[in-house]
DNA sequence: CCTGTTAAGCGTAAAAATAACGCTAAGCTA
DNA sequence: TAGCTTAGCGTTATTTTTACGCTTAACAGG
């Protein structure tokens, strides 16, 4: 069955950049899936594809994540819209880019439809991407740079329960400065969007820290009040 | 002549927010065509129209903004891709919004083709809108919110020589807020990112203000020894 | 020509935020 | 039990922000 159009379409296509964080190594990561088909076979690439009739645009793209990478239920919102020329060499695709933060346990990847395999790489060593997709990553990458300080989306990289070393750790990596802790930890508390756990770590090998959750209600409320999230 | 194709394929616009600044009435503004064709004839709408194969997205905006307004040679970025089923009558149709910031004499408007007018309106007194497009509307107005404070954008909206005080009143009204004019020039000194020119007003009613430029090279250089752009 | 009015622009002081850093308590490891 | 490392409470200096005063400049009106 075909489509036929009086006037010419482009494709329209999802990709998506997934960033998560290792707290081990201390490096934010990115998922990137092995193409199993033409163009670019071989090649690792963002996960993504088709946008269906009938479905939105993010519902697509947290569809093409879920079926390439496994991964589902995350944080995720859209980045740009990367419409330039031959971009794709089938001919005309724009894609609509999203970016996704996954909490580590939610990092457990199955590479399924259109994708060999899909693993978690360093943004810092990367492999070369096809298409334009190096470009979306670094677009992807400037926006969580940018956005990680005026939003509260730094907890979806972290666990539900995590310490304010964390938290700094997380901010560290990502804008790749060194912090004070005691005005880091002094900064995180005037903000007032955490929650206070009865809990601290465990299986640490000094000082166990406090647990702490990000309170969304209350960082709702506040800022309702007119009062920014700002690091 | 008809283009045929396996998958079923959106139509893709690009749709304008053009944003105008009075600062005699001291409002901002926003263009909008009266649309003479098929869905929500009669009704206002933002400036748009269907994406050409062989044109990047922004070429297709502004090429759009200039046959539906006239107004060309702006300010134009991304805003948003809207894609949501059955957001235009006509079928799937997706469309990638832009906004762009028009100083004033580059306000003048000559509506050509696919629109029997086009107006300027204050924000704050809109019409009905026809698609979403007064939802478009409502995330471009954020979106210059926003980064009017932490980007120099906000200078495209006044005239190459503005005075201190028109940008004030520029912040003051897309912000919502009054503000002091001691403190206030006192930060945009500090910022230097200004050029201070060797001219005053000329025909206003009292003491007379002093003309600035904004110096994009500085600003730029500034941008890159790591300083940042914050009011 | 003088007075009144309004705006531009230079200024001070207090409050708040940020930066830099010290130090003690806690707890694991050897 | 001592040593080491981290968490976390703290102080101080500096910078930024906020609030506001006041003088100068210049036009309008009588």
Redesign the interface.
Known sequence: M???????????TVDGVIFGLDLDEENLQVVLVERDVEPFEGMWALPGG????????ED?AMRELREETGIKDVFLE?L??F???NRDPRG?V?S?AYYALVAPDQHHLLATTDARRAEWFPVNKLPKLAFDHAEILQVALQRLRGKLT?APIGFELLPDKFSIRQLQTLYEIVLGQKLDNRNFRKKIFSLDVLKELNEIQTGVAHRAARLYKFDERKYKQLTRQGLTFEI
């Open positions: 075909s489509f036929s159009y009086e006037f010419e379409r482009p494709g329209l088709f946008v269906r009739n009938g479905e939105s645009l697509a859209q740009y819209t419409g330039k020329p005309w724009v609509v005026y």
